[in-house]
């Protein structure tokens, strides 16, 4: 009588370790220039047992990408719906928060930028992030204090990308800057967070009415 063939069980730290070799590629290379091999070599596995936990790069991928956006995601929206925190306070969680993430994990603002741009459509179906930002505590605060006249009459994107802008074009220029300035490393995360204290300064002198 032949032998019913089962399948192994899949082991959850072989799916920890491929997942976090593809984060790290991912990130350095983005979608177009990453290849499976690229990925199995990084977690020290085979080709074939990737493909037996992932079946493919586009689904790997598609993992790696909802959990980035979820990582970055969480921060903000959990800051820009807390009803305790008033708006000055909010912008002040908002810079520390992302300042720390983004010098941890510096590839995180240009994968994410570029692989929205490839896919814009496809990544705002799944992730109707507009709509959450805009319909925030943050913008309903923004708007009454606008309605005081205790801010400036510009519109709620207006400041968000400003208030994103100071934070993240920093980390997604800093190859750059680092050249221009002859700035090291350590040096440079010295500036970025010197920023958590400018850049509600910054954001606070923008408002003035």
């Known amino acids: 009588m032949p032998t019913k063939k089962v399948n192994p069980k899949k082991d959850k730290n072989a799916e920890t370790k491929i997942k976090d070799a593809a984060r790290s590629v991912f990130?350095?290379?983005g979608f177009a220039a990453t290849r499976t091999r690229d990925i199995a070599e990084e977690a020290g596995i085979n080709l074939a047992l990737l493909?037996?936990?992932?079946?493919?790069k586009e689904k790997l991928f598609q993992i790696i990408m909802k959990e980035t956006m979820m990582q970055f995601m969480h921060s903000m929206v959990s800051n820009f719906n807390d009803t305790e925190t008033t708006l000055n306070r909010k912008i002040e969680l908002i810079a520390d928060a992302y300042i720390d993430l983004m010098i941890a994990e510096p590839e995180i603002p240009l994968f994410?930028?570029?692989?929205?741009?490839?896919?814009?459509?496809?990544?705002?179906?799944?992730?109707p992030l507009g709509k959450v930002l805009l319909n925030s505590t943050l913008?309903?605060?923004?708007?009454e204090a606008q309605a005081q006249g205790v801010i400036?009459?510009?519109?709620?994107?207006?400041f968000i990308m400003n208030l994103m802008g100071?934070?993240?074009?920093?980390?997604?220029?800093?190859?750059?800057?680092?050249?221009?300035?002859?700035?090291?490393?350590e040096d440079y995360e010295k500036l970025m967070l010197q920023r958590k204290t400018l850049i509600p300064i910054w954001i606070e002198s923008i408002l003035q009415p």
């Open 166 to 185: 100071l934070i993240v074009f920093p980390f997604v220029a800093a190859p750059m800057l680092k050249k221009i300035g002859d700035i090291e490393k």
């Open 27 to 29: 990130h350095k290379k």
């Open 139 to 143: 913008v309903k605060q923004y708007k």
């Open 112 to 127: 994410i930028l570029s692989e929205i741009r490839a896919n814009i459509n496809d990544f705002f179906d799944s992730m």
């Open 51 to 56: 493909n037996y936990y992932f079946r493919s």
């Open 152 to 158: 400036a009459d510009l519109k709620p994107i207006q």
